[in-house]
Nanobody, 124 residues
Framework: QVQLVESGGGLVQAGGSLRLSCAASRLTSSTYAMGWFRHAPGKEREFVAAVSWDGGSTKYADSVKGRFTISRDNAKNTVYLQMNSLKPEDTAVYSC?????????????????WGQGTQVTVSS
């Protein structure tokens, strides 16, 4: 069974930066995309960013474009989310997920495996 473990969350002031990491293990295929979602209290889970299996393509939610950057290191089976210029509205539990295939999916139900999530809190 695929295992995903996030790390790097924490408390940061508005305007600050954090880098989240997601380490994957027991992957059964090298052709997979990795994505980040976030879930804030009282709101539905929303797509944040995703990267294709080879790192050649990325997608971002409009709310994070220009501030967040997703990348991956397949040799380490790890995906990163660099978050800059953080805002209080970015506060949420951030989860990484993976799905098999060459296309990049932006809908949560398309993803096959999920991590436990890491809390990001941005104070004003």
């Amino acid at each position: 069974q695929v295992q995903l473990v996030e790390s790097g969350g924490g408390l940061v002031q508005a305007g600050g930066s954090l880098r989240l990491s997601c380490a994957a293990s027991r992957l059964t295929s090298s052709t997979y995309a990795m994505g980040w979602f976030r879930h804030a209290p009282g709101k539905e889970r929303e797509f944040v960013a995703a990267v294709s299996w080879d790192g050649g393509s990325t997608k971002y939610a409009d709310s994070v474009k220009g501030r967040f950057t997703i990348s991956r290191d397949n040799a380490k089976n790890t995906v990163y989310l660099q978050m800059n210029s953080l805002k209080p509205e970015d506060t949420a539990v951030y989860s990484c997920a993976t799905h098999y295939g060459t296309a990049i999916m932006t809908v949560a139900v398309e993803y096959d495996y999920w991590g436990q999530g890491t809390q990001v809190t941005v104070s004003s």
